[in-house]
């Protein structure tokens, strides 16, 4: 089973959960494309530089809005890895990094991820946290969990939004 990225439920609210993720590293590359073909060219130098360094797979793949067709494509590194543990990518314009603890506001859902689907789906999340007065403190995240072998209806999917909730760290 692909190891996934670590958080701990903090509420289950309707529609969402605010959850709280540990500190991970993260290997990121920029691009510059729209919604849909951005993870794919970001994804083979992600993937190039986790398979050159012999570093597993993780889930999910998140993608992070940074301006009108422009992306951070990320790989989540294993739990108890940290950035200034691992290789270098700059030679192939990857850059690794710590994220520090984080508390999210998530929507899941099953399916495809078209742009459209993804443009709905955050505004109905961003005006649903805008009603109940959760500031988002930071841009879009998109997170795919599966292959692309796994069947398009079955494919597990997330719209996540930084907020600013105080929280006991995990």
Request: hydrophobic share 40%; glycine share 8%; no cysteine.
């Amino acid at each position: 089973m692909t190891e996934q990225q670590v958080y701990r439920l903090i509420e289950k609210r309707d529609g969402y959960e605010l959850r709280e993720y540990a500190p991970v590293a993260i290997a990121s590359v920029g691009i510059t494309g729209d919604i849909q073909n951005a993870p794919n060219q970001g994804f083979r130098k992600l993937f190039r530089y986790i398979s050159t360094h012999q570093i597993a797979m993780t889930a999910p793949v998140v993608q992070t809005e940074q301006g009108t067709n422009q992306w951070l494509v990320e790989f989540i590194m294993p739990a108890g890895s940290t950035a200034a543990d691992l290789p270098s990518g700059t030679d192939i314009g990857v850059e690794v990094r710590q994220q520090p603890t984080e508390l999210l506001a998530v929507a899941s859902f099953r399916g495809g991820i078209g742009g459209e689907k993804i443009l709905a789906k955050s505004k109905e999340l961003r005006a649903e946290l805008d009603r109940v007065g959760l500031n988002v403190t930071g841009p879009l995240q998109i997170a795919r969990f599966n292959s692309p072998f796994v069947p398009v209806p079955l494919r597990y999917n997330e719209i996540r939004f930084p907020v600013n909730q105080r929280v006991d760290t995990l």
